[in-house]
């Protein structure tokens, strides 16, 4: 059974890059045909769905904020990372880390979830 975890800094200043790290195990990054995806949910808000990563290292984005993310991987790892630039505090959420066979997700009863991490943009 796959398990996902996310890790990062829990805090992060106005203006700096917001880095996050989801590490696999129980199944590799590289099966065929899974979606490795980002989602965040605000406080008080819904899930948004930042973007994902596929089994090939093709990469996806939420048109709201593809201009400041950026997704990445470590296959020898079975690592995939999210970087979100230029942060605010609007961008404080709990940040989670999935997978699916969708490349878009939305719900936590779709794919595996990590546990997600409370990331607060203060300073």
């Known amino acids: 059974q796959v398990q996902l975890q996310e890790s990062g800094p829990g805090l992060v200043k106005p203006s700096q890059t917001l880095s996050l790290t989801c590490t696999v195990s129980?199944?590799?990054?590289?099966?065929?045909?899974?979606?490795w995806s980002w989602i965040r949910q605000p406080p008080g808000k819904g899930l948004e769905w930042m973007g994902a990563i596929s089994y090939t290292g093709s990469t996806y984005y939420s048109p709201s904020l593809k201009s400041r993310t950026s997704i990445s991987r470590d296959t020898s790892k079975n690592q995939f990372t999210l970087q979100l630039n230029s942060v605010t505090p609007e961008d404080t959420a709990v940040y989670y880390c999935?997978?699916?066979?969708?490349?878009?997700?939305?719900?936590?009863?779709?794919?595996?979830w990590g546990q997600g991490t409370q990331v607060t943009v203060s300073s």
């Open positions: 129980g199944g590799s990054i590289t099966n065929y045909y899974y979606y």
């Open positions: 999935a997978r699916d066979r969708e490349v878009v997700v939305t719900a936590k009863d779709q794919g595996s």
